[in-house]
């Protein structure tokens, strides 16, 4: 099965959280937050507003950071991943 979004809708995975602070300290399960960057699985073709087309402006394999709490979940086999519009996403990591 494949992801296929619509309109201005991104498809991301979510990236690993962090096991160990910056100091070193462990972090259990329950205790980790859940990282706001992911990697571009899957991108719309965009949307028409007020007679305007809106391009992507994101690309498969893009890093990107994103609101925290935007978009849904979604589990698809045995991956996870979060599907957002274009405008909850903040950045492009380069």
Request: glycine share 10%; aromatic share 4%.
């Amino acid at each position: 099965m494949k992801l296929v979004p619509l309109g201005d809708r991104v498809v991301l995975k979510q990236l690993a959280a962090e096991e160990t602070t910056k100091s070193g300290i462990v972090l259990p399960g329950q205790n980790k937050e859940k990282p706001q960057q992911a990697e571009v699985i899957a991108v719309g073709p965009g949307t028409v507003v007020d007679g305007k087309e809106i391009k992507m402006e994101v690309n498969v394999g893009d890093n990107v950071i994103f609101s925290k709490y935007a978009g849904n979940e979604v589990k698809l086999g045995e991956e996870e991943y979060i599907i957002v519009k274009q405008n909850d996403i903040l950045a492009i990591v380069k």
